[in-house]
């Protein structure tokens, strides 16, 4: 192995001939191979295989910041300052988007009690469809308590919540890389996976879906449509476990001899360095006459969890501060759930980048603080790497990840499991306000809402739940869960 290069503070060296920054997968896995490759735009499979690396990091370079433990919080402030700039907001925003607009509806959810007043009985909902916002939302005065809801939910009829605000940047940079074929993976009722699998048969990609676990006796929900739109397999959840690992077999099965495989972080960070030097991408060629011929593969991480997909929580964030909306000025606590966390840290960057008053709470639903605060980590780390091209460069302390408040569900329980009640309080939410949650993930953003409300003073933050979508979860529950989902009979008489 020789050192090769020396490119900003980070010194390469190559190994089996390829010339890959000294190397981080120790420490990082995935992240750090990932890393490595983002000099390389394509990657054939051979190529791939013969991946070596080691470690040589000057001491303050942004990851030796982001893996010290005890990296000080005064860096925040640093990444504020160089991230708060409406030029790099505008430059970072100024692309092809797949939502035609980032509009959402907004609701307003009063909480009251069984009898329309105090707040420690049975409590209802009540949804105001057409709230007053913008300048006049200051203003009014509040009888009883309310929260905000962003209904994501109604984008798409399939792709919709966060799935598609996080997919929204990344759909145009596959087709403008001329993606032939899609990789990811998720849990038996992914709506990850679902949504991906529509938007690639909607724009004539091929997309492999990874699930976690066996095939369900019946397909419902997710998993149909997954079923429906894309090639899936099903892996054993020992297998699954090595997730990174699968994905990238998997993907290379599918590159086939002659193909490539493209990794996002390559093709974000020469999108953004075609849009600071103001070349077009023009890699677009029509993906059904060279299926065959040269496949591209890309890889999208479970539950799209790369920092490509923090562009479209960003472009939620840019909307919502509009002045007819939420405005810059009024403090708001952005409630979300959160499964990979990506979601929560793409807002909570949105907020940051636009110098909000912004704080996100996220209810942590599938892993621990520490989980997600590595996750909060790499994806801002990423998210600077692919940034720097177009002009931005984070300050010498680099960067902490600490911007998302990660919360505690109030009733903590394994992912994926739903205890008894949950679905009456969906229904009863269903029946009060006619917005569906699911008992997995945004149940717990709405419970956590209310109890905000229900102790923020008139002067306090307004809270705002984002709806991340994911009802025909419901019909994969209702599966495992039967018992939960008989209807009581006075519902049917
Ligand atoms: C309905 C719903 N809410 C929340 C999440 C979690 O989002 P994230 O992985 O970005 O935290 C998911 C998974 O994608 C989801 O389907």
Redesign the pocket.
């Known amino acids: 192995m020789t050192a090769v290069a020396s490119r900003g503070g980070v010194v390469w060296a190559a190994a089996g001939g390829g010339g890959f920054p000294a190397g981080m997968s120790g420490g990082l896995g995935l992240l750090g191979f990932k890393i490595f490759e983002q000099k390389r735009h394509y990657i054939t499979s051979s190529s791939y295989q013969s991946m070596r690396s080691v470690q040589i990091l000057p001491r303050c370079s942004p990851i030796s910041a982001l893996t010290n433990p005890s990296f000080p919080n005064t860096s925040q402030v640093s990444l504020k300052h160089s991230l708060c700039n409406d030029e790099f907001v505008s430059k970072l925003l100024d692309r092809r988007w797949d939502l035609s607009s980032p509009d959402a509806k907004i609701n307003q959810i009063t909480v009251l009690d069984r009898n329309g007043g105090g707040l420690n009985g049975d409590i209802s909902f009540h949804n105001i469809t057409h709230p007053c916002l913008g300048e006049g939302m200051m203003k009014t005065s509040q009888l009883f308590p309310s929260f905000y809801v962003v209904r994501d939910d109604l984008l798409h009829p399939l792709v919709n919540?966060?799935?598609a605000r996080?997919l929204d940047a990344l759909l145009p940079l596959l087709e403008d890389n001329a993606v032939t074929d899609v990789v990811t993976c998720g849990g038996c009722q992914?709506?990850?996976t679902a949504a991906v699998a529509v938007s690639c048969a909607e724009r004539g990609l091929k997309s492999h879906l990874l699930l976690r676990g066996e095939e369900p006796e019946t397909l419902t929900g997710y998993n149909l449509v997954s079923r429906l739109y894309g090639n899936v397999v099903y892996v054993p959840r020992s297998l699954y476990a090595k997730r990174e690992e699968m994905l990238a077999r998997h993907a290379e099965s599918v590159v086939g001899r002659n193909g490539s495989m493209l990794l996002l972080n390559d093709i974000l960070e020469a999108s953004s360095r075609n849009r600071a030097t103001g070349k077009q991408n023009v890699l677009q060629v029509d993906p059904f006459k060279c299926r065959e011929k040269l496949r591209k593969v890309a890889i999208i991480n479970e539950?799209?969890?790369d920092a490509i997909?923090l562009l479209g929580l960003i472009r939620l964030i840019q909307y919502l501060s509009k002045n007819h909306l939420f405005g810059k000025k009024q403090a708001l606590k952005i409630v979300?759930?959160?499964?990979?966390?990506?979601?929560?840290v793409g807002l909570a960057l949105g907020a940051l980048c636009l110098g909000l008053p912004w704080e996100v709470m996220?209810v942590m639903?599938a892993d621990k603080v520490d989980g997600y605060k590595k996750k909060e980590q790499s994806l801002i780390f990423e998210f600077l790497e692919s940034s720097t091209i177009s002009g931005f460069a984070p300050g010498p302390s680099g960067v902490n990840g600490g911007i998302v408040h990660w919360v505690e569900r109030s009733l903590p329980r394994k992912f994926g499991n739903i205890l008894k009640g949950e679905v009456e309080e969906c229904q009863n939410i269903a029946q009060q306000t006619g917005i569906l949650v699911?008992p997995?993930?945004?149940l717990a953003a709405w419970d956590l809402s209310t109890q905000l409300s229900q102790s923020a003073q008139e002067e306090d933050a307004k809270v705002v739940m984002l709806h991340?979508?994911?009802t025909l979860?419901m019909f994969g529950l209702a599966q495992r869960y039967r018992s939960y989902f008989q209807i009581p009979k006075e519902a049917v008489e």
Request: aromatic share 4%; glycine share 26%.
């Open positions: 919540g966060n799935k996080k992914s709506a990850h539950g799209a969890g997909a979300v759930d959160a499964g990979t966390g990506t979601t929560a996220a639903l699911d997995i993930y945004t991340t979508g994911g979860g």
